[in-house]
């Protein structure tokens, strides 16, 4: 890779920056919490959860179909709040960068899969537009990560070419899916590696 070709960076928010939305330790945890079958909560979020992170139906729809389906003790909007509150930031990460934006002149742009509530959520929650000059975010544009569509049309409405940007995600096989488009892709694995590379952008 050659850093001085680089005019945009992408990043993924969860992994990265926070802990994931709604991943499979949240769920895990909701259901020890609120005292439902896992098990079964988690079959019925695998068959409809890619469609609530393309923005197809709200957090609503989502939670009627995978929880609330059969009669509760417990309320929609106390869920929410749960699901809300497993969104933690994840050490130093944020703050650096937040910094170094400042001291470089380079276009930063979040590309994730979230569905809209949570995404609009953390957005608002961790102040992300100190980050991020936009958000490619699933629920958006309508297509998910691997889906080599989201990519493009990252590429596309920021008009570079894959070769001159850059692209931050924790896991591997989205990494890959970058990397086949062309697109300098890095595993962030920790702070201080991905902070390094960063700093070669510095002004």
Same mark, same amino acid.
């Given at each position: ?107 930063? $742009?979040?590309?994730?899969?979230? #569905?809209?509530?949570?995404? /609009?959520? *953390? &957005?608002? %929650?961790?102040? !992300? ?6 958000? $490619?975010?699933?629920?958006?544009? #309508?297509?998910?990560?691997? /889906?080599? *569509? &989201?990519? %493009?049309?990252? !590429? ?22 970058? %990397? ?24």
């Amino acid at each position: 890779m050659d850093v001085s070709q680089i005019k945009v960076v992408f990043f993924d928010i969860g992994g990265v920056f926070l802990t994931n939305g709604w991943g499979h330790e949240s769920r895990q945890k909701a259901a020890e919490v609120f005292g439902f079958d896992y098990d079964e909560m988690n079959v019925l979020h695998n068959f409809i959860y890619n469609v609530f992170e393309i923005g197809s139906i709200s957090l609503d729809q989502y939670l009627d179909t995978v929880v609330f389906h059969s009669p509760r003790d417990f309320t929609k909007t106390e869920f929410q709040d749960f699901m809300f509150a497993q969104s933690v930031e994840l050490p130093q990460m944020l703050p650096w960068v937040k910094k170094w934006k400042k001291r470089t002149d380079l276009p930063i $742009f979040a590309l994730s899969n979230e #569905g809209r509530e949570l995404n /609009d959520y *953390r &957005i608002e %929650k961790f102040n !992300l537009h100190e980050v991020f000059d936009g958000f $490619f975010s699933s629920c958006y544009v #309508g297509f998910r990560k691997p /889906d080599p *569509r &989201i990519f %493009k049309t990252a !590429l596309k409405i920021t008009s570079v070419n894959p070769a001159e940007s850059i692209y931050f995600d924790d896991r591997p096989m989205l990494v890959t899916a970058a %990397k086949k488009l062309g697109i300098n892709a890095i595993q962030h694995t920790s702070f201080e590696e991905t902070t390094d590379m960063l700093k070669n952008f510095i002004k």
